[in-house]
Structures are given as C-alpha cells and as structure tokens.
C-alpha cells in the first residue's frame, strides 16, 4: 500500500470527513495513537451519523479532547433551508469556513411499483464554475474554488443525518414505507466535478468504504461538461460509478454558443471518449440534453441527436431535462415538443427518458438559491 501524504499543519485543524479510512489510521498513528481508533471513529462518523466528537463514547476522554482541540468535522453553517411544498426537494445554503456559498439538494421518491423509494442528495463539488454554460445560474457567477474532499463529504451527512432523525414518507401515500438513509448521490450541483478531480473521487471513496457510509458505487453519478482528458482518466479507475455528460447540443455550432468548452473539446472528440469509456468500463453513458424551446428542441436537433448517438447503441442513454427558468430568459418547451423530440431519439433507437421538474417553487436548479440570497443581500 502506497502512503499517503497528509498535509498537517500546526495552526489548522485536520478535517477528518476528508480522510480515507487509511489516511485516518496514518493520522492517528502519527500521533501516538492506536491505529484501530481510525475504524470506531469511521463508524461514529458513516453508520451512527455523530456530528461530535463527545458522542464518540468508546473513545478514551483524552483522545475525544485531543480529537477537538485537533480535527474537525467539516464545518459547514447551514444559511437556508427549504423544503418544497409536496417535501419532495429540500434545498440547503451552505456557508463554508472562508464564507464562499454552495447548494446542495435532496431529492425524495416514494417507492413506484418494483422500485423502492430513494432519497438522492445533489451534491457540489465547487463553489461557482469556471465553465460559463450560458442557461446555467451557476455558470455565471464565475469560478471561486474548488471544495475539499471533506467539503462534499458533509453535504451528505448533513441530509443523512436529517433523514435519521426523520424519516420521510410521501405525503398522501398512506402505507407507503419511511426512508431514513441516502440512497443515490449525483454530482449535479454547483462546480465542475472533474475539474476538482481528485478531492471528488477522494469524496467518492470515502462515502463507498465498506467500513463507513457504504454507499454503493453504481449509486454515484458525476455528470460531466464534457472534459475529455478526465473521463479518460475516470475510465482507468476501476470504480462503478455511473457518467453523465452534459452534451445539450448536437452540432459544434449550437453547443459552442451555449456552451464554451466545446470550443476546447468538441463533440466529435467527446464522443471518441465516451466510446472509450464504453469500451473500457462496459457501462451505459448518459447524456443529459437540456431543452432551450426555440434554441436546441425542434424536430432536426432531435434527428441530428439521434444519427451522433446510435452508434453507441445500448450504451447511450439521453436525459431530457426541459430547462429550470433562470436570468437568461431560456424557457422549456412545452408537452408536445417534448413528446416529438422523444419520438425522434426512438426512431433512431435511442433510448430516452425526461426528467421530471421538481423543486420550482424553492428555486432548485443549480446556482439559482446563492443568486438569489445574494440578490436580496445586496438588495438590503
Ligand atoms: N458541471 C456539471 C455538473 C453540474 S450541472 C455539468 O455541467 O454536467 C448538472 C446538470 O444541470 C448539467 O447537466 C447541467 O447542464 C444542468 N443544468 C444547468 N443549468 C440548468 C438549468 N437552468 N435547467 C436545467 N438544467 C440545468
Ligand atoms: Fe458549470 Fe455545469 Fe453549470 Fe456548465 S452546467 S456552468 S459546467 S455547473
């Protein structure tokens, strides 16, 4: 096992939600600590959900004191929360220690027929984003930083605790069973996952170890802009999460106008990567195609979408997501579109499905509760 470097400085508290299982042994070790520690902590930390170090009652009193005086949890300050009015989409303002803002939501879906109910939290992975998507709140406030491992570790915990405390049963579902944990993760808040490589998948292993919060890695999405160097190093990685691509175009002309990266990574070397991801990883991609009406929605940007994809065959999977209002006027088109443009993807054998819109009434696309926290701030 290879070591791995900590980075331990005097005047800074350690943030232990951003240690790998190994890293917190290595920690404690070199502290004059007993290594087995690191699995009690793990346990206090993933299954029982403590947010505390005195709550960690099989620790000796003077390592709880040495965990306090030392190491964090993630301080996190949560400014907002807000709950939609069928509790499907509750949304939270997360204040970091330097005071940057970041979004994460959960998701809640009662059980349907075979499947049984999830609670996906939509998680950040930095503040603001470097990408510019022109329909994308976040795109435009710009690019802050990039969240620490610890950082998109307690944005998790912070609805797995919730959801702990009170489970949720759809309301008007009599019968219907309460879920009390996180089920599905998707990397689909604010910030670019694989421009912050390695804290994401740092985050990713955390919340997959066995000995912690066990979540399994096909339960994990990272949706993607389209970085093609990352999703070809993504794909060496040996972990089952699943990708999404942000494609929403289907030619380079429309995708660069909405778009920026494009210009950097065009779709035809987009799509030369994802092959390879396919043929790497023997697992299905995702794109997720936001409807603009009027921009990216007729009948011949569906054709075009349908001949880029059926190559992929089985492997490619579109997510039409008809887009959340924000400042840049962009409006989702309406039923009958939607059902033309899905008939057209299916004509070429493209399998499809639409995202449900949810959470409008609590401003649930990604950016659109820090654009309007700030608006009122500095309205004030
Ligand atoms: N940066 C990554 C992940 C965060 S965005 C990415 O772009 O994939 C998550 C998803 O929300 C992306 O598919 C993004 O294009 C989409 N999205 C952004 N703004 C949106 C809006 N106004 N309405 C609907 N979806 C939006
Ligand atoms: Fe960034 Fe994704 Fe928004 Fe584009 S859609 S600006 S990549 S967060």
Redesign the pocket.
Known sequence: MTTLPISVSTNKKTDLLALSLPQLQQWLVERGEAAFRAKQIYQWLYKQLVSDFAAMSNLPQALRQRLTNEATLGPLIVRSEQHSKDDRTRKILLELADGKLIESVLMLYPALGESSARATV?VS?QAG?A?G?T?????QMGFDRHLSAGEIVAQVLYFARELRAAPWTAAGLPGSNAIDHITNI????????L?NYDNVLQALRILNSPDGFNLGARHMTV????LVPAIRKLSQEHLQVNL???L?APTDELRGQTMPVNRKYPIAELIAACQDYIAATGRQVTF?Y?LLSGVNDTPSHAHLLGELLAPLKQFAHVNC??????S?G?RPPGPDAIRTFRAILQEHNVSNSVRAERGDDIAA????LRTRFENRQSQS
């Not at 998707?186 to 996952?193: C, D, I, R, T």
């Not at 997501?321 to 924000?326: F, R, Y």
């Not at 696309?365 to 659109?368: D, I, K, N, S, T």
């Open positions: 939509c992975s984003c990408y998507c329909f994308c709140a976040t795109g998707v990397l689909m808040g604010m910030g670019e996952p421009h949706s993607t802009v389209g999404a691509i942000s929403h997720e936001v997501i008809p887009v959340n209002a924000t840049a962009y696309a990604c950016g659109q």
